[in-house]
Every structure is written in C-alpha cells, then in structure tokens.
C-alpha cells in the first residue's frame, strides 16, 4: 500500500497562555489520513482547529504529541516541503512588483532548477487566466486577481500535495468556477489537494473525501458519496393522489407536495415498499421511486449541531 500523503495520528495540540498558565486544548486526538491523488476537504466552523493542524502539516507548529507524516516524513523535514505548495488563507505579495517579477522570485527561493523558467511562469500564468496582466503591477490587482496569482504560486514547485486554504476567496462566481476546473484538472495530473472551505457547494462538486472537525475534536471523516447518502427518506413521484388516498399515505409519516402535473411524496425508507403498493392499488401511476440524498452543508450544520451525532 502506497504511503498516504498525508497522515495524521493522535494528534493533539495545547497552547500554554503566558499569563496565568492556563492550557488550551485546540486539537484532541485528531487521526486521520488523505490519500495520494485525492481532493480532500478540511471543513469545521471557524476556531474548530483547521488552521492550527494545517500549521502542523506545514511545520509551522509542532504538535503536543502525536504523529504527522506529509508522504512518510516528518513536516518540517525538507523532504516533505519540497513536496508541498501552499495557499494561505490571508496573504500578502510585494505590491510594486508584477506577477512576473513576484514569481521569478518565489521560484528561485523555491530553489527548483530549470532550463527555461521564464517558460513555467509563462504556462502557469495562462492556467490562472492572468496571462494578459502579467506586466501590471500587483498593487492594482483585484482580490481575485491576487487569489489567482497565490494559486500559480503554490503551483512553481511542481509539487505533490497542494495545500489551499480558501483557494475562492474572494472571486466572482467565473473565477470561482475556473478555481475549480483547475483543481480537478490538477487531480487528473494526479496530484493531491488537500483544501479548507466555507463554501460547501462547492466542495460537493470537486472533493473525494470530507474531514469535519468541531471545537478540536473531528466529529466524521469519509467519502463525499457517505457523507450524501445519509439521508434516510425516499422520494415517489406519482401522477395523482386522490385526497382520501393522501390522508393514508400522511398517517405512515409521508410529506405530500402538490405540484403542476405531479404529486412528490417524501417517506421514510422503511416505508417504501408498502407505500408504493398502497399507491398501485389505489389506482396512482408511480412515476419515479428515488432514494433521497442530503447536501453537505446540512450534514455539516447537523454534525456541527450534534457534536458529530
């Protein structure tokens, strides 16, 4: 088996106050892994501990105890950074210089040796759409420009693992939709991203896997499919539904919704099956019989809600 990109086991991490020692704790046992090639979503409501384990990740920090492997080496080891491009949240780049300029910069305090590095920076400023500003400089940048331009940078090193800390900051509704057709064209290259959000549409659309956490405790881990199929209703659509067959189908628990030219009938699963043969006999035309699936945001505000229930 392949060594995870990422690895976190037992890992926690308290701050000490200078004044009054008190101790917080702001993770508790957080274990979990993120394997090479996978879209990997790092979601909590803010102060859940994301941007202190991806402080850890980065060796920013070191953990109070535990282990953490970024490709089986220890985060602050050079061999794991060589592997990492990184997208904080909140940034800042040298205003008077322009994209390519700032970049030319970055790759030579990346220390990654080419032929042709006017050619790489050229190629990663067309896949960030900034090609036509290259000469202007990045204090007349738009946020999302600047976004943009953060992401090209995470990309100089060629890395393995790209870690993105809100990679849509900031951009208009086409600028967000260009982040995300880059990150799965990154995915197809068969590189592994591991990003924070709180935009959970989008999220839905791009990541394999979820990781949740909640006031420093991860509360669920899993496939994006398991994190939407937790919804335990199904939905029936018939033709019609005579109103003393609805009063029926509402004493099994069912919602009725009448629309146009159809009737949408919402029922536990248990039910199903009875439903369905009490609507044929009763002379309705099921139209569609469809197990329900829930968005990832109400499954993040439920767990987040029930301290992950």
């Given at each position: 088996?392949?060594?995870p ?14 004044f ?35 402080n850890i ?26 592997r ?29 040796q ?29 946020r ?23 990679p ?38 791009i ?62 699963v ?13 002379g ?11 968005s ?14």
């Amino acid at each position: 088996m392949a060594t995870p990109a990422i690895e976190f086991s037992g890992v926690n991490k308290i701050f000490q106050r200078r004044f009054g020692g008190v101790q917080v704790t702001a993770l508790s046992n957080i274990s979990f892994a993120v394997a090479r090639g996978e879209v990997c979503a790092f979601l909590g409501p803010n102060g859940a501990g994301k941007t202190t384990s991806m402080n850890i990740l980065m060796g920013f920090i070191y953990a109070s105890s535990g282990r953490t492997r970024v490709f089986g080496y220890e985060p602050g080891d050079v061999r794991a950074k060589q592997r990492i491009g990184f997208l904080p949240e909140n940034f800042a780049f040298y205003r008077y210089l322009n994209a390519e300029k700032l970049l030319q910069f970055h790759l030579k305090l990346s220390g990654r040796q080419l032929a042709d590095p006017a050619a790489l920076i050229a190629g990663l400023l067309a896949k960030v759409k900034l090609d036509g500003y290259k000469g202007l400089k990045i204090g007349k940048y738009s946020r999302g420009m600047v976004q943009r331009l953060g992401i090209a940078q995470a990309l100089l090193g060629d890395p393995e693992l790209l870690v993105l800390d809100e990679p849509t900051s900031g951009l208009d509704p086409a600028g967000r939709k260009e982040v995300r057709d880059l990150i799965l064209a990154l995915k197809a290259e068969g590189k592994t991203i591991f990003l924070s959000s709180h935009i959970l549409s989008e999220v839905e659309q791009i990541c394999d896997r979820v990781i949740i956490l909640d006031r420093g405790h991860m509360v669920r881990t899993g496939s994006m499919q398991e994190m939407l199929a937790e919804d335990n209703r199904v939905e029936i659509i018939v033709d019609q539904l005579p109103e003393e067959l609805e009063l029926a189908v509402k004493e099994r628990g069912a919602a009725v919704e009448r629309e146009a030219h159809r009737v949408r009938i919402l029922v536990d699963v248990a039910q199903k099956r009875a439903l369905a043969e009490m609507l044929w006999a009763g002379g309705c035309d099921v139209i569609s019989l469809t197990p329900m699936k829930t968005s990832l945001e109400e499954t993040f505000l439920k767990l987040v809600a029930q301290g992950g229930a």
